[in-house]
């Protein structure tokens, strides 16, 4: 896995110009069907992706939490919210509710999240290939793609289904 990590930084950034490109047509004109598509191709990936393998995504990066996120998973602790932010988060440049710090908190030592049932709708949602209006979310999608081997392996299909 640390193989395909190291090689995807660069893959990834290897096609990023040409990905843009792609994401700039495509919001320009989605096709119509595009989230059946899109929730396909997520499907069929995932079908053969482990995350537990991986997780990358809580290894090396944050999710936002929301204040639902924030009420759920300080109840879960039995803690007031306030003191879940205090413990756990901080307020980043963009006014949002993050980590203070990487690795997720959360994440054990068998990539399992300790608050899975709970978890942050930002992680439940990751990488958010599934997502209906898929091409509103390129920016996004061009950072996962850095991060996530699903998540590359997903757009690389999708071009290949839906050239432009």
């Given at each position: 896995?640390?193989?395909?990590?190291?090689?995807?930084?660069?893959?990834?950034?290897?096609?990023?110009?040409?990905?843009?490109?792609?994401?700039?047509?495509?919001?320009?004109?989605p096709?119509?069907?595009?989230?059946?598509?899109?929730?396909?191709?997520?499907?069929?990936?995932?079908?053969?992706?482990?995350?537990?393998?991986?997780?990358?995504?809580?290894?090396?990066?944050?999710?936002?939490?929301?204040?639902?996120?924030?009420?759920?998973?300080?109840?879960?602790?039995?803690?007031?919210?306030?003191?879940?932010?205090?413990?756990?988060?901080?307020?980043?440049?963009?006014?949002?509710?993050?980590?203070?710090?990487?690795?997720?908190?959360f994440?054990?030592?068998?990539?399992?999240?300790?608050?899975?049932?709970?978890?942050?709708?930002?992680?439940?949602?990751?990488?958010?290939?599934?997502?209906?209006?898929?091409?509103?979310?390129?920016?996004?999608?061009l950072?996962?793609?850095?991060?996530?081997?699903?998540?590359?392996?997903?757009?690389?299909?999708?071009?290949?289904?839906?050239?432009?």
């Amino acid at each position: 896995m640390k193989q395909i990590l190291n090689n995807l930084s660069k893959l990834a950034k290897d096609k990023h110009n040409e990905n843009k490109k792609y994401f700039d047509k495509l919001k320009k004109k989605p096709p119509k069907n595009l989230d059946y598509i899109m929730q396909d191709l997520h499907d069929a990936e995932f079908k053969r992706t482990d995350c537990l393998k991986c997780a990358n995504c809580c290894k090396t990066t944050g999710p936002l939490f929301t204040l639902a996120d924030i009420e759920r998973i300080s109840k879960h602790f039995r803690q007031k919210p306030q003191q879940f932010i205090d413990q756990y988060l901080r307020i980043d440049e963009d006014k949002d509710y993050v980590l203070q710090s990487v690795p997720c908190t959360f994440l054990d030592n068998e990539n399992y999240c300790m608050i899975y049932d709970v978890r942050p709708k930002a992680c439940r949602e990751f990488p958010h290939t599934d997502r209906n209006k898929f091409y509103q979310i390129s920016n996004l999608t061009l950072k996962n793609v850095e991060i996530c081997p699903a998540a590359y392996n997903i757009v690389e299909e999708m071009k290949k289904k839906l050239p432009l």
